[in-house]
Every structure is written in C-alpha cells, then in structure tokens.
C-alpha cells in the first residue's frame, strides 16, 4: 500500500502540539483531559482531516453493547478473575528508569491503585475481548507519567500524513482523542479477524440470550400463578359485565384486607368455588448447569475459583491456564509503551509475578521453605513472605547452608577413603604422643 502525505495539512509536530495545547480561557480539567490533554472543537476538525482510514486491515473497535457485564453470572466469572489479577506484582528490570514505571509500583494514575489498575485491565478485557491502555502524560503533555484503561465506544485506526497509524477513539460523552498508536497498549482476547483488536463476546451472545430466556419465562410464570387463587364455577349464564361484577363482589368480600376472619363466603350463584394450589416455577437445572458450563468455559473459570474453595492444584491450574498469560502478555505490552528499542535491547523490561506459595497449603509451605532454606536457595526473609509474615530485616537476607553440603569441586577431598585414613593418622598420632602425667611421677619417683 502507497502512502500519500497530504500536503496541505500541518506537520506532526504541529499537530501533535495543537492537540495537547490547553485552550484559553479554559480553568477546569476533565478526566479525559487529564489522560490525553485537551484540545478545541476547530483543533479536533484540524486533526480530523489529517488522516485517512488505514485500509488494508479492519481496524475498527466497537465496545460490545451485548449486557455480558450486566448478567451476574458473567460478572461472577469475571470478578473472580479480577480478584487474582489484582494480587500479581509488577517487577521493574533494567537500568533505566522513566517516571511511569516508579508510578506503576503504588498508583498508575492519580484515581487507581495497583490492585484497581489490573482488577480492571482484567475486566475489560474478559468483557470486550480487548483492552486498551493508554498513557497518563505529565504536565508538559508529552512525558509519560503512567498507565490508564481507556474504554472507548469506538475505536479506528488511521494513517496519518507521515505514514504511521494513529488510534482515533469516540467515547460515549461525545469526546473524541488521537493518539499515536506506538504510545497505545493493546490487549487482545479471540484475536483472529481483526489484526489489531479482539473479536468481542459474541460467541457467548446465545448463551446470554437463554439465560434471559429462562429468567423471564421464570418470573412470568410466578407472577401468573400468584395472580390467579380461586377458580370459581356460576350456576347461571350471566353477562360478560355481570361476570365482572361477581368477580369484583368476590374479591372484595373475601380477598381484601377487610376479610379479618381469613373466611371465604359466596353466595348460591356460586355452584363451586375452589382455590388453586400455588405452583414455584424454577429452571431445569440440567438447563441451568449447562448454560453455567458455557459461562465457566468462555472465561476459563469454575465453580471453585468462583466461590474461593479450590485445592492446591486447582488454583495452579487456573494460574497457568488464566492468570499467568494475562500477566506475561500485560507485561509485554507495558515494556513496548515504556521503553524504547534501545532499552529493550538492553534487558529493560516490566513483568508481574505472583507468590504462588501463598495459596498452598501449611504442610505444602513447611515443607517448601524447609529443603529451600536448608540449601541456601531461598532467604529466611522470603520464607516469612510465604506464611505472610513480617521481615527480620537486614538479618533476613543472609543465606543459610547446612554443614553437610559441601562445594562440589571438593568432593575429591572428602572420600570415604580418605577419611577413613585421616581417622587412622589420628589415632596412630594419639598413641605414640607421650604421656605428659606419666613422665613427670617417674622423674619424681627417681
């Protein structure tokens, strides 16, 4: 694909710079400003017209308006994943040292603590199929400060007149920002169609629609069996308005709060009368279990990690097939909006981990920390950290060898053999050493 400039239109620079320009006049920053700095109405159209629709892929993002976030059972599913993702922590490597990272330790922007950060990159991404970050620019709007989640109606991806992609997203106020798509991380789930997003929660719209399905037929059958209690039967051929006026009688006599006695009098144009037996309506649960199996597949999840009662093996299952990736890819796409080429090359990088020791049992812990600490592997500081208890200090971070383990390029000096010949020069030494007692009584004696 041929990139044309457009000639008429401004430099990058200048674009870039009108974009983040604050307006006169203008005292109060929005969310949204904060983020992406701010720009006029006759600056966004300026912009607009700077770009056109990168064509040789569908780089076009809608949020999924489908309510799989509304439905408890989906948001149950979701949440519980949350709650794990929040727990990893982010580990920071190399020697340089930009303003973002330090922030991504404690608050990765000003309204979100860690924990809230990835409890909700994990949600938009389980909800959309994709998640975009996005960086927090500090006051002179171009350094990077930090990390936000960006949750946008719409997003697409154009070309600019330099010939590099640029990620144009519509919000649901109104607001419409640009940004440079190498400053963008992306997250993706499903991703197959589409070459820069993930393909949403559509897979799941049937199962979503059932459940509906069932929760409706469920509360319209209750709501009609409560309706109708007594099935009365005339003696006569009455008139469609007379049949309203018998029934209203009837009510009112026997059904309102006026009827203190809890008694059910009619009359003779009553041939019988007979009260109906209420009737619960519930779902099949085969029905129900299956689509609770649908919900549990599409986000990797269980039963047990949904109500926190999962074993050991359970709980690393779940790590490895769902938390773990999320964390490498997380970490992966944080390393590329931070660092640049050179400093990549250079084993710079952002990753998250998480002690997965915490969540094994005691005798499982005991047993860890034992054979680990007695071969200097592990610090008695990192085993407190595994029973989440505090650190000794400077004292802790020693490492602690037991007296039998000995340097393997000295084993040759430690056989059998030759300790069984050192124990043999001892005691020939022992036996020819005079007796220093002895000698001084015979010279006494003489």
């Not at 997203?169 to 820069?196: C, K, P």
């Amino acid at each position: 694909m041929s990139i044309n400039s457009l000639s008429t239109g401004p430099s990058q620079k200048e674009v870039t710079r009108q974009v983040r320009r604050r307006p006169p006049g203008r005292l109060r920053r929005s969310l949204h400003d904060l983020i992406f700095g701010t720009h006029d109405q006759a600056t966004s159209q300026a912009v607009g017209g700077y770009f056109k629709t990168l064509t040789a892929y569908s780089t076009t993002f809608s949020s999924w308006d489908g309510g799989l976030y509304e439905a408890a059972l989906t948001r149950s599913a979701i949440e519980a994943g949350a709650r794990q993702a929040s727990k990893l922590e982010p580990n920071i490597t190399g020697v340089a040292e930009p303003q973002a990272t330090r922030s991504l330790l404690t608050s990765p922007n000003p309204w979100a603590t860690t924990p809230q950060f990835l409890a909700r990159v994990w949600t938009c991404l389980m909800a959309n199929g994709t998640c975009l970050i996005v960086p927090v620019v500090g006051a002179d709007g171009i350094t990077q400060t930090g990390y936000a989640v960006a949750l946008p109606q719409q997003c697409e991806v154009k070309e600019g007149g330099d010939g590099r992609p640029w990620l144009h997203m519509t919000f649901a106020s109104g607001d419409q920002t640009w940004i440079e798509w190498s400053r963008v991380g992306v997250m993706t789930r499903h991703q197959y169609r589409n070459d820069l997003f993930g393909d949403g929660g559509n897979p799941l719209q049937q199962t979503l629609e059932l459940l509906d399905a069932q929760q409706q037929a469920e509360m319209a059958a209750i709501e009609n069996g409560a309706q109708v209690r007594f099935l009365g039967k005339l003696g006569m051929n009455l008139s469609p308005d007379d049949l309203r006026k018998k029934r209203k009688e009837f009510n009112e006599s026997n059904l309102s709060k006026d009827n203190e006695g809890g008694i059910a009098i009619y009359d003779a144009s009553f041939q019988d009368v007979k009260q109906l037996t209420p009737q619960s309506w519930t779902i099949d649960t085969s029905e129900m279990e299956r689509i609770r199996g649908n919900v549990h597949d599409y986000f990797g999840t269980n039963d047990s990690i949904l109500h926190s009662e999962w074993t050991e093996d359970q709980w690393n299952a779940f790590y490895e097939g769902m938390i773990e990736p999320f964390a490498v890819q997380l970490g992966s796409v944080l390393t590329a909006m931070t660092f640049s080429s050179f400093e990549m090359a250079n084993h710079n990088q952002i990753t998250f981990s998480a002690n997965r020791m915490e969540y094994a049992s005691n005798a499982t812990k005991i047993n860890v920390v034992t054979n680990l600490v007695d071969r200097g592997i592990m610090t008695t500081n990192q085993a407190l950290d595994v029973f989440q208890m505090p650190q000794i200090g400077p004292d802790g971070d020693k490492r602690i060898i037991r007296g039998e383990y000995i340097d393997a390029s000295l084993i040759s000096q430690h056989t059998v053999d030759d300790a069984q010949a050192a124990l043999a020069a001892n005691s020939l030494s022992d036996s020819t050493q005079p007796q220093t007692g002895g000698n001084d009584a015979t010279a006494a004696n003489a």
